[in-house]
């Protein structure tokens, strides 16, 4: 297994479906050094949910008798594990290249019914900054009903009230983000904003420090992406 880079940086972008998020991926991919990968199915949630599991072991017992019902809690390391699960998905997942510098994924996997609500949420965006120290979030949102139009939601009669809630959530995610990690982490995004005017993207790319490649920004948002039976983002 090759060993990660000690200075790579790390990006998510955080989004619903129908919002553009694959053009943006493909603006973000546009910069030199920087790869984003597509969505996983939000695998990582389950590597939140181990840690966290461990972690309150760690914290709650401290056996190392092989006749204790918690035998090998003592030994528990939850900051090692996070070190290991890093590796495992740069390795694995992420596979950033050797002229990598920024490296990261999208996910569009955060409406109701994927989190239990706006704590859960919450709590798994800063897990990510565990496991990717100083991650950035790129937060990206479009109005409800334009995106419930799209053919993303037409078996969903409660997507408008469904995106209604998401968009809420990922403003107040930005908000709470910044404030708790600080400035120049997490920038908000609006689909109806930067579609046609990539110059909105430009000055997010460049306050969460990214490289800048404006020519290469234009080129990738004035570019038709295909979805199959969905149709462009």
């Given at each position: 297994m090759k060993a990660a880079k000690d200075d790579l940086r790390y990006l998510t972008v955080v989004t619903y479906g129908r919002t553009g998020s694959t053009v943006l991926q493909s603006a973000l991919n546009a910069l030199p050094g920087v790869m984003?990968?597509?969505?996983?199915?939000?695998?990582?949630?389950?590597?939140?949910?181990?840690?966290?599991?461990?972690?309150?072991?760690?914290?709650?017992?401290?056996?190392?008798?092989?006749?204790?019902?918690w035998f090998g809690s003592a030994r528990l390391d939850p900051s090692a594990v996070v070190t290991d699960l890093r590796q495992h998905v740069l390795s694995t997942v992420l596979r950033p290249r050797d002229d990598t510098t920024w490296i990261g994924f999208k996910e569009v996997r955060y409406e109701p019914g994927h989190f239990a609500g706006y704590d859960d949420l919450l709590n798994y965006l800063l897990f990510l900054d565990k496991l990717f120290p100083g991650i950035a979030y790129v937060i990206n949102v479009r109005d409800p009903q334009d995106a419930a139009r799209s053919g993303w939601w037409p078996d969903n009669a409660n997507a408008r009230e469904v995106l209604t809630t998401t968009r809420a959530w990922l403003a107040d995610a930005t908000a709470d983000l910044t404030r708790m990690l600080g400035p120049g982490r997490a920038v908000l995004l609006d689909y109806d904003e930067w579609d046609g005017h990539p110059e909105v993207l430009i000055d997010a790319f460049a306050e969460l420090g990214l490289p800048r490649d404006e020519a290469?920004?234009?080129?990738?948002?004035g570019a038709r992406l295909g979805h199959g039976q969905h149709g462009p983002a």
């Open positions: 984003i990968r597509g969505e996983n199915y939000s695998a990582l949630r389950g590597l939140n949910a181990y840690v966290q599991a461990l972690a309150e072991t760690a914290d709650r017992h401290h056996a190392g008798k092989p006749t204790h019902p290469a920004v234009r080129a990738a948002v």
